[in-house]
Structure formats: structure tokens, C-alpha cells
């Protein structure tokens, strides 16, 4: 069994700040990548931010170069930082995690999302 918890959404206005955060834990193994997804109403799931063993951290382009993800391996732990915050960021943000089992079996594990409105 392995969870995926997020936290730190809410309301803020036009140009603030949040921070996310997002712990695994359970039977893992390894966790290969951690990251941040959001989907606002009516809309498909997107990419926000990765962050990949392999691959490195990639942004989705609506986010780039104002979101900033972190993550402590260590911990199994990721971050999304989100600045300079517009009412189009309004979404439910769900964090993402990539595990390995022992048996170097992969699987992808979700959090139950949380709401980030963004209005003044």
C-alpha cells in the first residue's frame, strides 16, 4: 500500500503565493519521479511541474517562470512553490508519484488533490 498525500492549497488573490506539499509513503521502494498536476473544471488534467530520476524537472508552459518544484528524496517529498498567482491558476492540484516495487514494478499513485482558487 502506498499514499500519496497533498496539502497546502486555499484562496489567494491575484499575484500572491502558495505552497504545496506532497509526501509518499507506504511499500515503496523507490520513487522515480514526484511532481504536481492540476484540472480546473471542464478542462483535461495538465502538467505543472515534474521532477524525474531520469529526465530532470520539466514545467507545463503555462506555469514556467513562475512555479518552482523541489523535492527531498530523502523523504519522498515534493513542493510546489507558485508565485505571481493569476485567476487561470484556479484548478485542483493533484500530486503525482512514480514508484518502483522491489521487483522493479512501476506504478503511478495520486494524491486526492487540492483546491487552489486564485480571486480577488
Known amino acids: 500500500q502506498v499514499q500519496v498525500v497533498e496539502s497546502g492549497g486555499g484562496l489567494v488573490q491575484p499575484g500572491g503565493s502558495l505552497r504545496l506539499s506532497c509526501g509518499a509513503s507506504?511499500?515503496?521502494?523507490?520513487?522515480?519521479?514526484m511532481g504536481w498536476y492540476r484540472q480546473a473544471p471542464g478542462k483535461q488534467r495538465e502538467l505543472v511541474a515534474l521532477d524525474s530520476n531520469v529526465d530532470g524537472t520539466s514545467y507545463g508552459d503555462a506555469v514556467s517562470g513562475r512555479f518552482t518544484i523541489s523535492r527531498d528524496k530523502a523523504k519522498n517529498t515534493v513542493f510546489l512553490q507558485m508565485n505571481s498567482l493569476k485567476p487561470d491558476d484556479t484548478a485542483a492540484y493533484y500530486c503525482?508519484?512514480?514508484?518502483?516495487?522491489?521487483?522493479?514494478?512501476?506504478?503511478?499513485?495520486w494524491g486526492q488533490g487540492t483546491q487552489v482558487t486564485v480571486s480577488a
Open positions: 507506504g511499500s515503496i521502494f523507490k520513487v522515480t519521479a
Open positions: 503525482y508519484a512514480r514508484i518502483a516495487n522491489r521487483s522493479w514494478k512501476y506504478n503511478d499513485y
